[in-house]
């Protein structure tokens, strides 16, 4: 279908590593595009373990023995997963950390749908109206009543930043709240290059995620029945609220995957000045349901979805047997230490009691260097996310 779309791909190398190895690196096939000048996201830790396997340990592309290269596309960073067996088909940059715009949203559900009643009545606060003026909303208003159900609809179909803020509210207590539990979901899954700081993908400080962890997350949503009828809704009715003299309107879903391309379950866009365009999607052909996520990319040549398209045709495509990986199951996750944005209080060396004044001196030097290094490092994390648009 859309494997075509692109520029000649790169040469992919003939033969895989051992599984016991990770893969040599092969640049990934891309295409070069105008781009503006980002920060660089935080650099992995080569230390950490391949989550998912070893054939995942790459900042390149990583594919099957044998398998056709995959479409070029704009996409920093991309993988494509079997929804139901979770074998990793291939990826570039699977755990690169990248920014999530509103793929975040994904997190979210994942954390609240099993705490809220979808048909409950809740009003509407005049803190869940705090958000970035102009960006993507579904259009409740302050004291407005709406059922939880329309709320998670507003939230996939128009990307509704408000709907994030009432939700994360409702399921933990306050926005800030809900922030915390989805950190600890991300970490319940192993989805541990993921660290949100807003609920709905806004820009916000050490706010990252990759492929791999997207696809952690946008597996444990699929699996549940309520969220595939939500992504999968092409049209919903926001309903009227007369005591405050506001007319009901109708949305549509932003996710044009589930318009144009056959067999699609749905997904989520995303989109803000620092993360560009980010991608979830999903679709079923044969019998085999596959998954594709992608961050970084641009909208030219073609958009994300699009892009996305290309690769889910690149995975169907492939013998049900490929894999260079797998996605873990939350009893496989890795013990807490290897969260890969810990809090900066977590960073800071910890004092110690040492043989002799000279030794604790030195000690007392080395905390006092490393909370200042921590500090200049928050405020130019800070000035970086305050620079990006807001979806």
Not at 3 to 28: D, I, K
Not at 30 to 52: C, K
Not at 102 to 130: E, F, R
Not at 266 to 294: I, N, Q, S, W
Request: hydrophobic share 45%; aromatic share 6%.
């Amino acid at each position: 279908m859309l494997c075509a779309l692109f520029v000649a791909p790169v040469p992919v190398r003939a033969e895989s590593a051992p599984p016991s190895a990770a893969p040599a690196y092969a640049p990934c096939p891309i295409v070069r595009v105008p781009r503006p000048s980002l920060p660089a996201p935080p650099t992995p830790d080569p230390a950490r373990p391949a989550i998912g396997g070893p054939g995942l340990k790459t900042a390149g592309l990583t594919v099957p023995p044998a398998a056709p290269t995959p479409p070029a596309v704009t996409a920093t960073s991309w993988l494509v997963a079997d929804l139901d067996t979770g074998a990793v088909l291939g990826a570039c940059g699977p755990h690169r950390y990248a920014t999530p715009a509103s793929v975040q949203k994904l997190l979210l559900a994942a954390t609240m749908l099993p705490k809220l009643n979808p048909a409950q009545v809740i009003q509407v606060t005049a803190a869940d109206m705090d958000f970035e003026p102009g960006s993507s909303a579904m259009g409740v208003v302050r004291g407005g009543r709406y059922r939880i159900e329309t709320l998670w609809l507003g939230l996939m179909l128009n990307s509704g930043n408000d709907a994030a803020n009432v939700l994360a509210r409702l399921g933990a207590g306050s926005a800030a709240r809900g922030v915390e539990a989805m950190n600890a979901e991300a970490r319940r899954l192993g989805a541990f290059d993921t660290h949100a700081a807003t609920p709905s993908g806004l820009d916000g400080p050490r706010q990252y995620t990759s492929a791999y962890d997207l696809a952690l997350i946008a597996r444990a949503c699929f699996a549940r029945g309520d969220f595939r009828r939500y992504v999968s809704t092409r049209q919903a009715q926001v309903p009227a609220q007369p005591e405050l003299k506001v007319k009901g309107f109708g949305m549509q879903n932003d996710n044009q995957l589930l318009f144009q391309y056959p067999g699609a379950l749905g997904g989520k866009t995303g989109y803000t000045d620092l993360a560009r365009h980010t991608f979830v999607g999903a679709a079923e052909r044969g019998g085999r349901r596959l998954l594709v996520t992608l961050l970084g990319a641009e909208s030219q040549p073609v958009r994300g979805w699009q892009q996305g398209a290309a690769l889910l045709d690149w995975g169907f495509a492939l013998r049900r047997d490929a894999a260079v990986g797998r996605l873990i199951t939350p009893d496989e996750a890795v013990p807490a230490e290897h969260v890969a944005t810990p809090e900066p209080s977590a960073r800071a060396p910890q004092a110690r009691t040492v043989g002799n004044a000279d030794e604790q001196k030195v000690v007392r030097t080395g905390i006092a260097i490393s909370v200042v290094a921590v500090l200049l490092l928050g405020l130019l994390a800070t000035t970086w996310w305050r620079a990006g648009h807001r979806d």
